[in-house]
């Protein structure tokens, strides 16, 4: 079992906000140690910002309960009902994100006033501790680099594709093999998901830096849709190849194109990885596909209800290798901007 970087870092946040309690002679460590937990992020920029709607909606939330405490006293019911109403003010001002840790500044505010206006200062104080302490160690301990986690991931996801897409005609994966290994592609594009949008919330402070993440975003953009439509591909194959009327016949065919997409891909990436060659020639050759539409389509008019089928297949490797086309321009346009 692997131990990522957030868990490490969700553990010692913890700690570190125990060890200011202790520090600060807080009476209790658990409000702090709970608001760590809280706002411990993924990135920097999200960490920040929950710092900031923290602050906020905890401020909010406090003042509620001190006012609820003096209208209505401290109650079950009272404590209840301004939950109740912290909850619709965080939804109200969008930060559902943060009604967790404001629900646990009120309680703790409402069951501490009946110690006095100090008291209840100290809990918020404990709060504010604790989200210090997880945002200290979300920059000082290994500091999310989302670039860096997403371009893993794009890898790892083409190593998947590529997997499935070169065996795919031929269909000789064993179905159990061939459903887990697309269950980890579909998982795998789910954190690049993710991922991009770590990517996409970071901040610069550098007009020229913001500029060149601006270009790296395009070309993240343009890295995701190529493998989605070599997922569409791959699903085109299996719902149409196999159901259609002599497509033993074009399986050579279908086969070496597949095989030379899933080369390109690759080669692309090895591009912008900076391993390939700036003079390489890496482009499929176009009269092959122009080839392959033409024998297609006097096929298809042999049989246009018995054939079309094959012809759903062919668009969709058209339609990949157009989007492959389209990420090498990209990431040259990006090569040289940057260079």
Avoid at 100 to 111: R, S
Wanted: net charge neutral.
């Amino acid at each position: 079992m692997n131990i990522g970087a957030r868990v490490l870092k969700t553990g010692l946040a913890v700690a570190l906000a125990v060890y200011l309690s202790s520090l600060l002679e807080f009476p209790s460590p658990i409000i702090a140690a709970v608001a760590s937990i809280f706002t411990m992020q993924p990135s920097i920029s999200r960490s920040w910002q929950q710092v900031i709607d923290q602050l906020q909606t905890n401020v909010l939330g406090a003042i509620v309960a001190l006012a609820a405490v003096r209208l209505f006293g401290h109650t079950p019911i009272a404590v209840g009902l301004v939950c109740i109403i912290v909850i619709l003010i965080s939804i109200k001002l969008r930060m559902e994100n943060t009604i967790g840790l404001t629900l646990v500044t009120v309680v703790a505010v409402m069951e501490a006033n009946q110690g006095g206006w100090l008291f209840a200062v100290e809990r918020f104080l404990m709060v504010l501790t604790g989200m210090g302490a997880a945002f200290a160690v979300n920059i000082l301990v290994i500091p999310p680099r989302p670039r860096k986690l997403f371009t893993v991931q794009v890898q790892e996801a083409y190593t998947q594709l590529s997997l499935l897409l070169r065996m795919a005609i031929s269909n000789e994966m064993r179905e159990d093999v061939h459903r887990k290994e697309k269950e980890k592609l579909q998982g795998t594009l789910r954190k690049l998901d993710e991922a991009y949008l770590l990517f996409e919330e970071e901040r610069s402070l550098f007009p020229q830096r913001r500029q060149a993440r601006a270009r790296q975003l395009i070309l993240s953009k343009h890295l995701i849709k190529a493998l989605h439509q070599g997922v569409d591909l791959l699903e085109v194959v299996e719902e149409h190849y196999f159901a259609a009327a002599g497509a033993e016949a074009w399986a050579k065919q279908f086969d070496r194109q597949i095989e030379e997409l899933t080369k390109y891909h690759e080669q692309i990436l090895l591009k912008i990885e900076g391993k390939m060659k700036p003079s390489a020639e890496i482009e499929p050759e176009e009269e092959r596909e122009a080839r392959l539409i033409k024998q297609l389509t006097d096929y298809m008019r042999e049989d246009p209800d018995e054939h079309k089928r094959l012809v759903f297949v062919a668009s969709a490797m058209l339609e990949y290798a157009y989007h492959l086309r389209r990420l090498e321009r990209v990431s040259d346009q990006v090569q040289q901007r940057s260079d």
